[in-house]
């Protein structure tokens, strides 16, 4: 199983950029696919990006899309959320997830597609 730290969290305004990180350990994650998901407070851990095994595939949830690039660095075994233009609706925990599967953007979106998880960092930012 991979092992998945996530860093790069914190306070930041409304307008602000952010770049989170996703160190994987334990295996090369150049065949898994990665995706970034978000818990808000008082709501339900919410998809908002993946990534191919190549890095040559990506999806959006729409509330990020133009706004976060999700991208990968397989020599490194990093993956790496860089998030713009960033909104208070936007503060949440952020957790790195890893699926041993193909790209599917139909399941990319599930939580059930992926098989390890990272303990996540916290994104908050104010008006």
């Known amino acids: 199983q991979v092992q998945l730290v996530e860093s790069g969290g914190g306070l930041v305004q409304a307008g602000d950029s952010l770049r989170l990180s996703c160190a994987a350990s334990?295996?090369?994650?150049?065949?898994?696919?990665m995706g970034w998901f978000r818990q808000a407070p008082g709501k339900e851990r919410e998809f908002q990006a993946a990534?191919?095994?190549?890095?040559?595939?990506?999806r959006y949830s729409d509330s990020v899309k133009g706004r976060f690039t999700i991208s990968r660095d397989n020599a490194k075994n990093t993956v790496t959320l860089q998030m713009n233009s960033l909104k208070p609706e936007d503060t949440a925990v952020y957790y790195c997830?890893?699926?041993?599967?193909?790209?599917?953007?139909?399941?990319?979106?599930?939580?059930?597609?992926?098989?390890?998880w990272g303990q996540g960092t916290q994104v908050t930012v104010s008006s």
């Open positions: 990534i191919s095994w190549g890095g040559y595939s990506t």
């Open positions: 334990g295996r090369a994650i150049s065949n898994y696919v």
């Open positions: 997830a890893a699926g041993r599967t193909g790209f599917e953007r139909g399941s990319v979106g599930f939580q059930n597609t992926y098989d390890s």
